[in-house]
């Protein structure tokens, strides 16, 4: 679909950041409804600016589902995520992107930027059961010295 003049710079001033100013442009007409991409840029100016996540992530959602095959409505969807402080939900939102494109910066660089956890030693145990910490702990301390004697090989000084 072709995205009108208004729209495309909609979506350029959300990417900058100007959540105000594209917020109004979109509302003008409700000119996002026909684009699911568009519709997601709006979704993220609402949780943004509105500071209301919850229906920011509903239009999303919607939007997803009527355009699945975009990674950037996998991308807003996370970062309304973010803002509504779910990062479990924006890490799942930012995978399923690159379910649909395994290239995508954009993505890579927010899971990137997340980081992302282990699981948990013993699984069925909460990640805050002592023996996880424990055994989490231990390992921890077992990788740091096969690094730190790999180094020591690899610097020659034996």
Do not use: W
């Not at 950037?72 to 973010?82: D, M, R, S, T």
């Amino acid at each position: 679909m072709i995205l009108d003049a208004a729209v495309e710079k909609a979506i350029r001033l959300t990417k900058k950041c100007s959540f105000k100013e594209a917020l109004a442009i979109f509302e003008t007409g409700r000119c996002y409804k026909d684009d699911p991409v568009a519709t997601s840029y709006y979704a993220l100016c609402v949780a943004a600016y509105r500071k209301d996540a919850k229906i920011a992530a509903n239009i999303c959602k919607n939007a997803v589902r009527r355009g699945f095959y975009s990674p950037e409505l996998f991308l807003n969807l996370g970062k309304i995520y973010l803002l509504a402080e779910r990062k479990d939900l924006a890490i799942k939102a930012f995978s399923k992107g690159l379910c649909v494109d395994r290239a995508h910066k954009g993505l890579k660089k927010q899971l990137k930027r997340l980081g992302t956890r282990r699981a948990a030693p013993i699984s069925f145990l909460p990640r805050g059961h002592a023996i996880n910490i424990m055994i989490g702990q231990l390992t921890h301390k077992i990788k740091q010295q096969k690094q730190a004697h790999a180094e020591h090989i690899a610097s020659g000084r034996f």
